[in-house]
C-alpha cells in the first residue's frame, strides 16, 4: 500500500492542480488531498474544498481552516507547525509528497516520506491561481467546469411573448461561442399545452434554473439565457392574477437582463396566449416590475433584425460582459 499527500490552497483549481493530483493519483495507491483556507481568502474555502472533492472524487480530500503562519518567515516554528497539521490529517505513514513546488521537499523530509515534483517549471499547465484570479476569462481554458460555473457571466432575455428572445439569444450564443439555455417553458406548453396551473409554473422554473446551472459549467464564459425563474414569475402573474411568494426565495439572478421592447409584431405560434395590445402592454410592465422589484442590472433593447442584436451586444459591452 503506497500513500500519497498533496497540500495546497487551490484557490482555485485549475490545470496545474489537476496534472499535479492526476499524476499524483496515478503513482500510489491512496492520495490524500489537503485544502488549507484562511477565513479572508478571496475564494472561500469551503467551496474549494467541494470543487476538489467534485474533481477527485477516488481521493481523500480534506479541508483545514486553522489560522496558521503561511510562509517560513512568519513564524520560527514554522515547519513544526505544519508537520503536525500533517499528522493530524493524515496519521497513517506517508510515503510520497507530490508539490509542484520546493516546499514539497521539505515537507517529505520531516515526514520521512519521498518528494515527487511534478512540473515545476509550469512547462505543462502554465497557470497560477494569482492569474487566474487577476483575469479568470484569460485563463479560461485552464479552469475544470466546476470552476467555469462559478466565473461564468449569465446574460438572460427578459421580456414578453414573441419579442424575439429565443433568436436572439441564438445570435448572441454565436456571436460569443457559447452556449444558450432554451425557453423551457416552450418545451413543456409544446408538450402539455398552455393550461397552466401554479405548480406547473413552478417546475418550469426550477427546470430553467437547472439547465442554467448545468450550462454554466460548460459554457464560453458567458452563458445566455433565453429566461430565467423572474420571466417566469412574471408569466405567473399575468396567467393567474396574482403574485406567487415562492418566487421570492429565488436568489440567483444573471449578471445582466436584457428587457427586449415590444416593438416586433405578435405571432401565433400556437404557444403564444396575449396578442392583443393592451394585454402585451400589461405583460411588458410585469416584466419591467420583476426586474426592478429584485434590483437587478438591466437593460432595453429595440430595433428590428440585425438592429435589435446589435442594441443587445451594445448593452452587454456597456456593462463590462
Known sequence: MTRGFVLGKFMPPHGGHQLLCETARALVDELTILVCWLPDDPIPGA???????????????????????????EHPDFWSIWHDIIVAAHPEPVDIV?????????????????FVPVDPDRDGAAVSGSAVRADPWQHWDHLPPPVRGHYARTICLHGPE???????????????????VPEYGRTWCATFGNDLVRDDLRLIARA?????????????????LDTDPLMTAAWSEMMLGAHDPWFDRWDEPA??????????????????????????????????????????RWAMVSGIGDARR????????????
Open 208 to 224: 430553467q434554473d437547472a439547465m442554467a446551472n448545468s450550462l454554466r459549467r460548460r459554457c464560453n464564459r458567458r452563458l445566455i
Open 255 to 296: 449578471d445582466l437582463y436584457l428587457l427586449l421592447d415590444i416593438d416586433l409584431p405578435w405571432v401565433d405560434d400556437g404557444t403564444r396566449l396575449f396578442g392583443a395590445p393592451a394585454d402585451r402592454r400589461r405583460f411588458f410592465d410585469l416584466c419591467v416590475r420583476q426586474l426592478d422589484r429584485r434590483g437587478v
Open 47 to 73: 467551496l474549494r474544498l467541494g470543487w476538489m472533492r467534485e474533481l477527485f472524487p477516488d481521493c481523500r480530500v480534506l479541508g483545514h481552516d486553522a489560522v496558521v503562519p503561511q510562509q517560513p518567515e
Open 310 to 321: 446589435d442594441h443587445a451586444l451594445e448593452a452587454i459591452s456597456h456593462a463590462g460582459l
Open 162 to 180: 414573441s419579442t424575439g428572445k429565443s433568436t436572439l439569444a441564438r445570435q448572441l450564443a454565436q456571436h460569443f461561442a457559447t452556449a444558450f
Open 98 to 114: 507530490f508539490a509542484s513546488e520546493p516546499y514539497g521537499a521539505r515537507l517529505a523530509y520531516d515526514l520521512g516520506a519521498r
